[in-house]
């Protein structure tokens, strides 16, 4: 069975500093893996995705996520957040054949 | 495109009452998924389907719920009767393609008194 685990369950910064999310999946097949933000009151929105290629990818609002493959990692990294990132993050694995497991979340508060 | 359209945006229903929440799919996109969320569980994946077929309904609670989807356009999720322990925000989504990301529709938020 596949899991994930988002080792931070809240995490207060202020703006313009920097953030890592991490994320850690286990499954012995291919996977696809997602970041999603729920800003609050709102439904999940897709920040970025992996599947093959590059392990570096880029989302939108200036996120992006390493894709390392020997640590089962997937960290959500942003060099400076603001305000605005206020959110709960989902890393979310999903198998080919479809089976998608979402981690716990990850509350995110940026100070003003 | 629209997105997943999901409705009623809230549904405030009294224990034993049957409850039917519904979900438009983006066209074109052959899986459609719906989860819960609450504080306590976090976001639960209770059924998805690929081409109108369900696939994996272990997330279900229990008898009390039951989903369809008669086409690719439309699924519904019901609860009868429905619990206060129900009470949640249901998603719904959508793909185009086993292993894809999803679109989320907004969310129907049950309260059951």
């Known amino acids: 069975a596949q899991s994930v685990s988002q080792h931070n369950h809240h995490v207060i910064l202020s703006e313009a500093a920097s953030l890592e999310l991490g994320c850690n999946y286990s499954?012995?097949?291919?996977?696809?893996l997602f970041w999603y933000v729920q800003y609050p009151g709102q439904h999940l929105q897709l920040l970025l995705k992996?599947?093959?290629?590059?392990?570096l990818v880029k989302g939108i609002k200036g996120f992006e996520a390493e894709f390392i493959k020997s640590k089962f990692s997937f960290n959500l990294r942003k060099p400076s957040v603001q305000w605005s990132d206020t959110a709960e993050y989902f890393c979310?694995?999903?198998?080919?054949?479809?089976?998608?497991?979402f981690g716990d979340g990850t509350t995110l508060t940026v100070k003003p | 495109d629209a997105g997943v359209i999901q409705s009623p945006r809230h549904e405030v229903t009294e224990m034993g009452q049957e409850v039917t929440l519904r979900c438009k799919p983006i066209?074109?996109?052959?899986?459609l998924f719906w989860y819960r969320q609450t504080m306590m569980r976090g976001l639960e994946l209770l059924i998805y389907?690929?081409?109108?077929?369900?696939?994996?309904d272990s997330g279900m609670p229990e008898d009390r719920f039951s989903a369809k989807m008669p086409n690719a356009s439309f699924s519904t999720l019901k609860i009868q009767p429905s619990e206060p322990r129900d009470s949640a925000v249901y998603f719904c989504?959508?793909?185009?393609?086993?292993?894809?990301?999803?679109?989320f529709g907004s969310g129907t938020r049950l309260t059951v008194v």
């Open positions: 992996y599947f093959s290629g590059d392990p």
């Open positions: 389907f690929n081409n109108n077929v369900p696939i994996d």
């Open positions: 066209s074109g996109h052959n899986s």
């Open positions: 499954y012995g097949g291919t996977v696809n």
């Open positions: 989504a959508s793909s185009f393609a086993q292993g894809h990301g999803y679109t």
């Open positions: 979310a694995v999903i198998t080919n054949a479809g089976k998608s497991t």
